[in-house]
């Protein structure tokens, strides 16, 4: 069956950490350009952070820089976002979407104006609340 799964959410308190995984199965994630995703209540999906196929080129929306890392596996078909410092402002549900389109020169566009109906595959999601 071909599908992304997110994993990796939860409850955690102000300035906790969390590692989301999005694992690929049926099909090889080596080609997909992949995208965080997050929405939270009330709120328009937003992208958080897009890495390239290669992990070469990475993106990070204002709110996250510093404090997020996403990282890729491709032999594991798995991409990793690593959330530190967390701010109850990052509660939402996290989406993690593949897009087989090759960005050349940045990434950015993927996260910042993405073309929801156009990525390739989407997960489920997975809850993150930042609550004390």
């Known amino acids: 069956q071909v599908q992304l799964v997110e994993s990796g959410g939860g409850l955690v308190q102000p300035g906790g950490s969390l590692r989301l995984s999005c694992a690929a199965s049926?099909?090889?994630?080596?080609?997909?350009?992949i995208g965080w995703f997050r929405q939270a209540p009330g709120k328009e999906r937003e992208g958080v952070s897009c890495i390239s196929q290669s992990g070469g080129m990475t993106y990070y929306t204002d709110s996250v820089k510093g404090r997020f890392t996403i990282s890729r596996d491709n032999a594991k078909n798995t991409v990793y976002l690593q959330m530190n410092s967390l701010k109850p402002e990052d509660t939402a549900v996290y989406y993690c979407a593949a897009d087989k389109l090759h960005y050349v020169t940045t990434i950015q566009p993927m996260c910042d104006i993405p073309d929801f109906n156009g990525m390739d595959y989407w997960g489920k999601g997975t809850l993150v609340t930042v609550s004390s």
């Open positions: 049926g099909f090889t994630l080596d080609y997909y350009a």
